[in-house]
């Protein structure tokens, strides 16, 4: 069935009526006995459902917190000060602030932070739904963008037609000096790479829906039992079976964040300069270039043209700019 599409009218008239249950849901909370709460206590947020957020005290009890009228937009990841309610719940007073952000476009509503304080971005592609290098090329300029260090993940190996089908696109990360792991999270091949790669460090699984995120994470620790599922037999596309984002941590040190499977990773809010920024190879040649605001398409004396042609730059690479490029025209 066809999509029902929602005009401008219709989206406003949602948002409204949206933000009045929250503005109720708070306000009822701000009216709290505030001799009742507890002294405050630091803490990280582990869940984002709706209205709430889920926070862990250092012990690691878990806490359904309120949000004060002032807090908005807390995500995964953030450091936060809260109190205890006498029924066990809590409120977040104050957030601590950022050493980074993830954010992404939504539709209707601009950049959204998705998660904060993250270290590492494991980049997950899969040759099933599809290996698609624009995916990981736009992810690759968000987290060189974002001062998150990227690590291209290559999951389900067992299902590669031919152990090397896919080497030249690792291969073309790999030197470009990104790190790529090659796993697969039904024979358990790559995993104790992984491991030693999250030791410590606060990291996120990003990627298309059905890569397989939530299997790795299942796969690092059991016990959880995530829900995952099958392509969809019709379209081959993942289901979007994970649908909010969560932090757990590792046995020893270090946690990890699962996140909901994107169809596209919008990055509209990066400009022209950020995506040069993003796109590695091209920072040091893009001095070179005859124009100051060469935009490495068809300008004359183009560097970064000239070094495709030489082949010292991959054209997929290229080619990935020029769509990317393309969207954020689109979208100003
Ligand atoms: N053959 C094979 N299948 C895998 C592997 N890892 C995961 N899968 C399967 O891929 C499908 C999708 O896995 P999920 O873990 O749900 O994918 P996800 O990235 O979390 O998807 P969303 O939550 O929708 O974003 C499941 O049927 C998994 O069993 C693997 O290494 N090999
Ligand atoms: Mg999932
Ligand atoms: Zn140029």
Same mark, same amino acid.
């Given at each position: 069935?066809?999509?029902?599409?929602?005009?401008?009218?219709?989206?406003?008239?949602?948002?409204?009526?949206?933000?009045?249950?929250?503005?109720?849901?708070?306000?009822?909370?701000?009216?709290?006995?505030?001799?009742? /709460?507890?002294?405050? =206590?630091? %803490? !990280? &947020? #582990?869940?984002?459902?709706?209205?709430?957020?889920?926070?862990? *005290?250092?012990?690691?009890?878990?806490?359904?917190?309120? /949000?004060?009228?002032? =807090?908005? %937009? !807390? &995500? #995964?990841?953030?450091?936060?000060?809260?109190?205890?309610?006498? *029924?066990?719940?809590?409120?977040?007073?104050?957030?601590?602030?950022?050493?980074?952000?993830?954010?992404?476009? #939504?539709?209707?509503?601009?950049?959204?932070?998705?998660?904060?304080?993250?270290?590492?971005?494991?980049?997950?592609?899969?040759?099933?739904?599809?290996?698609?290098?624009?995916?990981?090329?736009?992810?690759?300029?968000?987290?060189?963008?974002?001062?998150?260090?990227?690590?291209?993940?290559?999951?389900?190996?067992?299902?590669?037609?031919?152990?090397?089908?896919?080497?030249?696109?690792?291969?073309?990360?790999?030197?470009?000096?990104?790190?790529?792991?090659?796993?697969?999270?039904?024979?358990?091949?790559?995993?104790?790479?992984?491991?030693?790669?999250?030791?410590?460090?606060?990291?996120?699984?990003?990627?298309?829906?059905?890569?397989?995120?939530?299997?790795?994470?299942?796969?690092?620790?059991?016990?959880?039992?995530?829900?995952?599922?099958?392509?969809?037999?019709?379209?081959?596309?993942?289901?979007?079976?994970?649908?909010?984002?969560?932090?757990?941590?590792?046995?020893?040190?270090?946690?990890?964040?699962?996140?909901?499977?994107?169809?596209?990773?919008?990055?509209?809010?990066?400009?022209?300069?950020?995506?040069?920024?993003?796109?590695?190879?091209?920072?040091?040649?893009?001095?070179?270039?005859?124009?100051?605001?060469?935009?490495?398409?068809?300008?004359?004396?183009?560097?970064?043209?000239?070094?495709?042609?030489?082949?010292?730059?991959?054209?997929?690479?290229?080619?990935?700019?020029?769509?990317?490029?393309?969207?954020?025209?689109?979208?100003?």
């Amino acid at each position: 069935m066809a999509k029902r599409r929602i005009n401008h009218r219709q989206r406003r008239r949602i948002n409204a009526n949206r933000d009045q249950k929250v503005a109720k849901a708070k306000g009822a909370l701000d009216t709290f006995d505030e001799t009742q /709460l507890s002294p405050e =206590l630091k %803490g !990280l &947020v #582990v869940k984002h459902v709706r209205y709430h957020v889920e926070v862990e *005290d250092q012990s690691r009890s878990r806490y359904r917190c309120h /949000l004060r009228q002032h =807090l908005s %937009g !807390l &995500v #995964v990841g953030d450091e936060v000060v809260f109190r205890v309610t006498p *029924d066990g719940h809590g409120v977040v007073e104050a957030r601590l602030e950022r050493r980074s952000e993830l954010i992404r476009h #939504v539709p209707y509503e601009g950049g959204k932070a998705i998660a904060a304080n993250v270290d590492q971005m494991f980049i997950v592609s899969a040759p099933k739904p599809d290996f698609n290098s624009q995916v990981i090329d736009r992810y690759l300029v968000a987290a060189e963008n974002l001062n998150i260090t990227p690590i291209v993940v290559l999951n389900k190996l067992d299902l590669l037609s031919r152990p090397n089908a896919l080497k030249a696109d690792i291969d073309t990360y790999t030197s470009l000096g990104y790190q790529c792991l090659l796993i697969s999270t039904k024979k358990g091949d790559g995993l104790s790479e992984l491991k030693v790669q999250l030791q410590g460090a606060n990291s996120i699984f990003v990627g298309q829906s059905g890569v397989g995120k939530s299997s790795i994470v299942n796969a690092l620790l059991p016990q959880l039992a995530l829900e995952t599922q099958p392509l969809s037999e019709n379209s081959g596309l993942g289901q979007h079976t994970t649908t909010s984002v969560n932090l757990y941590h590792l046995p020893e040190s270090g946690t990890i964040i699962d996140s909901p499977g994107v169809r596209e990773f919008s990055l509209w809010h990066i400009d022209k300069d950020q995506l040069v920024e993003g796109f590695i190879e091209f920072r040091s040649r893009q001095h070179l270039c005859k124009f100051r605001d060469c935009l490495h398409l068809d300008d004359p004396g183009c560097a970064i043209k000239h070094a495709v042609e030489e082949r010292e730059i991959s054209f997929k690479r290229y080619d990935s700019y020029q769509r990317i490029l393309q969207s954020i025209m689109d979208n100003q």
